[in-house]
């Protein structure tokens, strides 16, 4: 499957989640692609005391329990039923948690066009923290030592 199928897939997984969980008002979705093209997906986990978690964080660990690469990140939401689905670039704290499957992970940006793009983390953070740690030092990050385990 090209790219471009794989994007237009995670889009139509969001919207329909969205429209099954939200069926009136705001709604959100996040899904995740892995390398073995198994597909996860999550909502917005609301709570008290500012420790919510982002809309996709749940797909993230459900990849990170089956033990798979992460390869497409993508975060859709609409504020009202009726409203258009827009894309949402990861917030800082999810580039982090992406960052732990490589920089060559594809996320869904913020356009404003309101397109359906994806750009790499490298692109998206070309000056990471990671780019002044030598590579033998992130091998110990790195999600191919979890293949071994």
């Known amino acids: 499957m090209n790219d471009k199928n794989i994007e237009q897939?995670?889009?139509?997984e969001a919207v329909k989640l969205i429209n099954n969980r939200y069926p009136k008002g705001w709604g959100g979705a996040g899904v995740i692609r892995t390398e073995d093209d198994m597909y996860f997906t999550s909502v917005?986990?609301?709570a008290m005391a500012d420790v919510a978690l982002c809309i996709e964080a749940g797909a993230m660990c459900e990849a990170h329990k089956?033990?798979?690469?992460?390869?497409h990140s993508l975060c859709v939401v609409r504020n009202e039923?009726?409203?258009e689905y827009?894309?949402?670039?990861?917030c800082g704290v999810c580039q982090e948690r992406l960052r732990f499957w490589g920089d060559s992970v594809m996320v869904g940006i913020t356009t404003p066009e309101k397109a359906i793009k994806f750009v790499s983390l490298s692109t998206l953070q070309p000056y990471h923290w990671t780019t002044a740690?030598?590579?033998e030092?992130?091998?110990n990050y790195d999600y191919f030592h979890l293949k071994e385990a």
């Not at 897939?9 to 139509?12: I, P």
């Not at 827009?86 to 990861?90: D, G, K």
Request: no cysteine; charged share 30%.
């Open 133 to 135: 740690v030598p590579a």
């Open 86 to 90: 827009e894309i949402l670039t990861p």
């Open 81 to 83: 039923e009726n409203n």
């Open 66 to 71: 089956h033990n798979t690469r992460v390869t």
């Open 137 to 139: 030092e992130l091998e």
């Open 44 to 46: 917005y986990l609301e």
């Open 9 to 12: 897939k995670m889009f139509d």
